[in-house]
């Protein structure tokens, strides 16, 4: 379990997926996510690498998920994070919160992958120190047409700058 000020990040649980595939139906309307299958929610909650974390306030309100994994090479990826109540910081605290829990592991480079169109995630994950490594162009089919990824990463040095 994972506490900052007004957020705790604890591992989710079966009863959670009902939840999560809500709001994650809901996200996938943007083209920012897209819907995981009930299944793979579950493989991933049994996965010992990854981490299938619930945002909940304080007060053990539910406000989203994120799901991050470890890889031998000491990369951790944020692989995704969908919040149901946006605009209260909730998901940039989440993130602080995991990258502390991962630069605290053994990982040398934190890194994650964003739609292109999606400016706002964008902005806040540079004003967080993230870097940009690449484009990967046309990468994810969304309804008839395709969407760009943008690929960025924070290595343990810059982030204890």
């Known amino acids: 379990m994972l506490k900052t ?21 809901e996200a996938s309307q943007t083209g920012f996510v897209n819907h995981w299958t009930r299944e793979k929610h579950e493989q991933a909650q049994l996965n010992a690498l990854t981490d299938h974390l619930i945002i909940e306030t304080i007060d053990g309100i539910s406000v989203g998920y994120l799901i991050g994994n470890q890889n031998p090479d000491d990369n951790y990826e944020l692989m995704r994070i969908v919040v149901s109540k946006r605009g209260h910081g909730y998901g940039k605290e989440a993130i602080e919160a995991l990258i502390k829990h991962a630069f605290d592991l053994t990982t040398h480079r934190f890194w994650l992958d964003v739609r292109s169109h999606n400016h706002k995630a964008i902005s806040l994950y540079e004003s967080m120190g993230f ?31």
């Open 5 to 25: 000020t007004r957020v705790t990040l604890r591992n989710s649980r079966i009863e959670d997926l009902d939840y999560i595939l809500q709001i994650e139906k």
């Open 131 to 161: 870097v940009t490594e690449g484009i990967l162009r046309d990468v994810v089919k969304y309804q008839d047409s395709y969407v760009s990824v943008q690929v960025m990463s924070i290595l343990r040095y810059e982030y204890e700058v």
